[in-house]
């Protein structure tokens, strides 16, 4: 069996493609199971969609973003922020749709 290693510590990494269109991929690490929220929001700190709100086993994962809001509406070019919240880890970082 080929198993991956589990990660030594929590991480965001910076999504990609960015800047984007259509789509991004955004991924990310977990040492332990935990309770995870990956949210994009707005320059206004508006939510404009969370993307997954769960508990994960640890490990790596991929999540994509259409550059949709939650009500699948596509919104307007420009900078947005992915935060990702994992127990007590928080990270952002900045993405952009360039349409």
């Given at each position: 069996?080929?198993?991956?290693?589990?990660?030594?510590a929590f991480a965001l990494r910076q999504n990609y493609p960015n800047p984007f269109n259509p789509?991004?991929?955004?991924?990310?690490?977990?040492?332990?199971?935990?309770?995870?929220?990956?949210?994009?929001?707005?320059?206004?700190?508006?939510l404009v969609q969370t993307l997954f709100h769960g508990e994960q086993s640890a490990g790596r994962?991929?999540?994509?973003?259409?550059?949709?809001?939650?009500?699948?509406?596509?919104?307007?070019?420009?900078?947005?922020?992915?935060?990702?919240?994992?127990?007590?880890?928080?990270?952002?970082?900045?993405?952009?749709?360039?349409?």
């Amino acid at each position: 069996m080929n198993q991956k290693p589990v990660p030594q510590a929590f991480a965001l990494r910076q999504n990609y493609p960015n800047p984007f269109n259509p789509s991004t991929r955004i991924e990310y690490e977990l040492p332990t199971t935990s309770q995870v929220k990956i949210s994009v929001y707005n320059l206004n700190g508006q939510l404009v969609q969370t993307l997954f709100h769960g508990e994960q086993s640890a490990g790596r994962y991929t999540i994509s973003w259409d550059g949709k809001n939650a009500n699948g509406n596509s919104i307007a070019s420009g900078l947005y922020l992915v935060r990702m919240e994992a127990g007590r880890y928080a990270a952002v970082r900045k993405t952009v749709i360039a349409k």
